[in-house]
């Protein structure tokens, strides 16, 4: 059966519909699994117990609670697990407005330490960490590190180990089977993937310490609707197709790109001359829709992505419809002027292909 799918029953739908109610009648004593808005909705639990599926491998023992973004989530994690006096590690190369997040940290007396995510270097700051945080794959330069050996060292200095699993999904890459008690995502991308959802979840195998993250959603608010869990459960069906293809078309663009001579420094984990390939290919089973490369200068950039005609520019990614971004141009980033990141879509690789190798040509003779 699949993740989520629940038992057939005659002359109903095969797909639960969205539920909305912001409270439920609960006559007596409370009870049960639904009293408010707040607190629960079914439609939630069916997502849920999807995620929770696909973060365990089918082999159950984990906990989901979904959010209202991918921050939230993140947020959830990061402001619910430390206090005064703790410290925090962080990978300086990680989604910059979770990097963003430290000046909060610190502005509640937690200690916030940088270290990147390419050769293990969060390694040599876990002395006295309350959480060590990771983003593997990360976002938007594709460096990938060990999962297990961080969490090992992390867990024997004392912390919890978070991994922000949004570039991979669970599909791609199961974070608590490789010793995290959290794996963070905003679903908003590749695990919904059409591009009309904002949503997170924050997975765990420890009862308390989903029931902590569970406390911190209902204490400060941040619930997805049920219209928004519900295109996600909805969107689980096809997620690994959607996946595979993206995964697919991610090879094929780079083959393109890397026998061309105006991109440079192309990044894709499951590309197997990336420098990331050797621990992705040991702990990923997909290895995502992102690709990153750089173009000689910002205006050789933007004049790619003018020309443009199928691919569309888009700060998100995991869309079903490629889309690419010159990542410099929120500044949030350590990127090259002229660095793309590239969401790989479902198209059809030659007409994708096509279209990346036209709008590079005319950039080139335009320059």
Not at 186 to 204: E, F, I, N, P, Q
Request: some cysteine; hydrophobic content about 40%; proline content about 6%.
């Amino acid at each position: 059966m699949g993740a989520g799918v629940p038992a057939a029953q005659s002359n109903r739908p095969v797909v639960p519909g969205p539920v909305f109610a912001s409270y439920f009648h609960l006559a007596g004593e409370p009870a049960g699994p639904y009293q408010y808005g707040r607190d629960s909705n079914p439609t939630w639990t069916i997502l849920e117990d999807a995620l929770s599926a696909l973060e365990s491998g089918g082999d159950g023992g984990v906990e989901t609670v979904v959010f209202a973004s991918g921050m939230a989530a993140a947020s959830a994690v990061l402001l619910s697990q430390v206090r005064s006096g703790d410290v925090v590690v962080l990978p300086s190369d990680c989604y910059y407005n979770v990097r963003g997040l430290h000046e909060r940290l610190r502005g509640y007396g937690v200690e916030t330490r940088f270290a990147p995510t390419a050769g293990d270097g969060q390694l040599d700051v876990l002395d006295g960490a309350r959480l060590l945080w990771i983003e593997s794959p990360s976002n938007p330069g594709l460096d990938v590190c060990d999962i297990r050996r961080l969490a090992e060292a992390a867990h024997a200095a004392g912390a919890l180990v978070a991994v922000d699993n949004t570039l991979a999904t669970p599909l791609g890459q199961r974070p608590l089977e490789l010793g995290a008690d959290f794996s963070v995502s905003s679903d908003t991308k590749a695990l919904t993937g059409h591009g009309d959802v904002l949503l997170g979840h924050v997975s765990s195998r420890d009862p308390g310490l989903a029931e902590s993250i569970r406390a911190w959603r209902k204490t400060v608010g941040a619930i997805p609707g049920p219209m928004e869990a519900w295109l996600a459960y909805r969107s689980l069906a096809t997620l690994h197709l959607r996946l595979d293809r993206q995964a697919a078309n991610a090879l094929a663009l780079v083959a393109a790109l890397v026998a061309r001579d105006d991109a440079s420094g192309v990044r894709h984990p499951g590309w197997a001359d990336d420098p990331a390939y050797p621990v992705a290919s040991r702990q990923m089973r997909r290895h995502g829709c992102v690709v990153g490369f750089t173009l000689p200068d910002q205006g050789h950039a933007e004049r790619f992505l003018d020309g443009l005609r199928l691919v569309k520019q888009a700060t998100s990614f995991g869309g079903v419809r490629s889309s690419a971004e010159r990542r410099g141009r929120w500044g949030g980033d350590a990127v090259a002027p002229g660095f793309i990141r590239f969401s790989v879509g479902v198209e059809d690789p030659e007409d994708l292909i096509a279209d990346v190798t036209q709008a590079l040509e005319r950039a080139a003779h335009d320059s």
